[in-house]
DNA sequence: AATGAATGAGAGTTCATTCAT
DNA sequence: TATGAATGAACTCTCATTCAT
């Protein structure tokens, strides 16, 4: 029912505390992604984690804790995406650098859609640490693409331009496929989306030659 | 403090039942967008209007009403954008049209980019009416921009491509001047943000030659 | 719709003082019969009359008043059901001046059925002096028929017993109409209901020979 | 101060679920029958129980649903009532069955006398599924005297004549103890009003002989 | 470790009544 | 006389969090 949260379940059997956590944090993000933050109820989420409320309060501070929690789990994602990236580049031309990690950025971020949706609309309710803790996040995937870029421009493959704006673009281009779904995900397949931005993006910025 | 809600005040001195009414829409709106729907509170509204509760209530139904009676208000600036999108296109050359229809609606947007800002993250939070509502305007908007960029194929002027998806790229690179005020704002001004998606986008799509 | 209030219309054309508040007591009492007491609203009250809230404050002074005045109106049935009941004792024997009274008072209270069941239900929500005035009323049904019951008594027609408990049965056994109208209203006609009551009370009370 | 309402309170000390709503729906049912409905607040109901509101909602889901509740606890009483109703037919006369039975009807309806009364008083403001579980109650009590009536006709004890009306008569004859109590109270006490009754309704319905 | 009853502040909404126009 | 906007206390119900068992 619910679509890409990609946090992914761990032995069932392990019961410990850091198993007990992500049975926790899995059944929140599914019920903060379908019905939000703020309508989500502790008891609901104690209820869909099989467990009670009781229990639910030894393993989390507060129901606000439950956030800073599932963003620790998307963590592992962004920083293998982030250290992937250096590699990529070092290894081929800027183009072909920046095609990789725009797929895989678009990839990525497809799989955990519901997720990223859920960031992008309850911003309002996290807390001070929260939000920038996401921002930090934001700007390490612009950067990510923003060097692919800078080297792309030096290397006269792009036309000189403000390579971070269209590292934003690049990132707002794939998150579409999240927050557009209602039209995106009837109208293409993921693979032709990608295909669809990466040229836009590339015929955009590469110098015609 | 907030920006740019679009909705404008009438003459304050006329405080007939439709000026209140705009009032209060024009508090919430304030509200809505900076707590969020679910944190504003119908007492918090009211004092905001400068009225009481009971009174509130005599101009409003509910408090989700007062999201329909919002959209409403917006409503005008849609139908202005769309209507004058016919004209432009008759006017002139397909990338001329583009161009300008691009302009309008970075412009439109800037304008409205809380109220922007705040249907992208209440979504979950409004009634499937309302929902409804809202998509109805994002297709209209990009039927708009898919008409210009089919003359264009057509003329040979773009390159055949999936205007739709483009149209609604241009639209998410319009939007994010509102969903990514955290960077763009500070990064540049909109006549350089205008500027630059622009290039991104014609380059994107057009027939080199 | 409402059956039976029993309180006339006077002339409509005569917008006096007095003609207003009759209007407004006959738009009350079908709203209290229909909804209940605290159910209904003033500004209901003030629709069904035609008029404005302000303007129904002119005539009354409280929502409760209205109880009063709606009690006002019926005052006048009560009063002549007393009157006649006297003459008739005078001019025939107990038998038939029972036989009599039973079907004037069953006529009567059919006739203002609704409102009569509605004193039955409201009783908790008037006011110590409008409660008063109810038993007053009360009161002076069963004494009426006491009189004639004691009369027969006296004259031998019935048999020695508690001649006041009897005519509170009496006046039970004609509420009836109203307050099981769920049954009896489906069940028979007032003619049947007021014959078979009659036959029960006679043959209760009445000496064999 | 509030007498009975016929809902006995279990073991005080045994403070289980069972035993907390026990406690709530005699609460509830006391400041029901004295205020009304409508006039007894949530809050109230929490304060004569001893618990918090927000206790309170742990155990019944709304304030209606009370009522329900407390419709369930007559419910053993009425059932009761019923089945003794059958084995008093079999064994003996008719006569001497709808005495039986008119006792313990009179009886059973003046120990809950108050709840009676709130029923009677408070029918506008049922759910209509309450309405039609109060209604079948009635309909039962109905039958049961029917049956012994009809049986009487048949076996020439009593006279033929509308038995499912008269049924009724008892009914209300008896339901007289708790609607008319600021009357029949104050002059006679329950034995002399079951004495005067029963002879009222026997003699209004036996075959002399 | 696990429970779930208890809390109480605060949410949205209603409504009898007043009063300036 | 007539209006209806304005009031604000009071209503029912919710929920994150605690804590004795």
Same mark, same amino acid.
């Given at each position: 029912?619910v679509?890409?949260?990609?946090?992914k379940?761990? +032995?069932e059997? +392990?019961?410990?505390?850091v198993s007990?956590?992500?049975?926790?944090i899995r059944?929140?993000?599914?019920?903060?992604?379908?019905?939000?933050?703020?309508?989500?109820?502790?008891?609901?989420?104690?209820?869909?984690?099989?467990?009670?409320?009781?229990?639910?309060?030894?393993?989390?501070?507060?129901?606000?804790?439950?956030m800073?929690?599932?963003?620790?789990?998307?963590?592992?994602?962004?920083?293998d995406?982030?250290?992937?990236?250096?590699?990529?580049?070092?290894?081929?031309?800027?183009?072909?650098?920046?095609?990789l990690?725009?797929?895989?950025?678009?990839?990525?971020t497809?799989?955990?859609?519901?997720l990223?949706?859920?960031?992008?609309?309850?911003?309002? +309710?996290?807390?001070?640490?929260?939000?920038?803790?996401?921002?930090?996040?934001?700007?390490q995937?612009?950067?990510?693409?923003?060097?692919?870029?800078?080297?792309g421009?030096k290397?006269?493959?792009?036309?000189?331009?403000?390579?971070?704006?269209?590292?934003?673009?690049?990132?707002?281009?794939?998150?579409?496929?999240?927050?557009?779904?209602?039209?995106?995900g009837?109208?293409?397949?993921?693979?032709?989306?990608?295909?669809?931005?990466?040229n836009?993006?590339?015929?955009?910025?590469?110098?015609?030659?």
């Amino acid at each position: 029912m619910v679509r890409g949260t990609g946090i992914k379940a761990k +032995n069932e059997a +392990n019961q410990d505390s850091v198993s007990r956590r992500l049975q926790i944090i899995r059944a929140a993000a599914a019920l903060f992604i379908r019905k939000g933050l703020l309508k989500t109820t502790v008891r609901e989420i104690a209820r869909e984690s099989g467990i009670t409320v009781g229990t639910l309060y030894h393993y989390i501070k507060t129901k606000n804790d439950i956030m800073s929690l599932i963003m620790d789990e998307e963590l592992a994602l962004v920083n293998d995406f982030i250290r992937e990236g250096e590699k990529a580049l070092s290894q081929s031309g800027p183009v072909e650098a920046l095609r990789l990690a725009i797929e895989r950025y678009f990839r990525m971020t497809a799989e955990i859609q519901d997720l990223n949706l859920f960031w992008y609309q309850e911003t309002k +309710n996290l807390s001070p640490d929260q939000r920038k803790r996401l921002l930090e996040y934001e700007y390490q995937f612009a950067e990510t693409f923003n060097r692919i870029l800078m080297a792309g421009c030096k290397s006269g493959h792009f036309r000189d331009h403000d390579t971070l704006l269209t590292a934003h673009d690049i990132i707002v281009l794939g998150d579409m496929w999240a927050f557009r779904r209602w039209f995106v995900g009837k109208h293409c397949t993921l693979d032709e989306f990608l295909k669809h931005q990466t040229n836009l993006i590339l015929s955009g910025i590469c110098n015609s030659t």
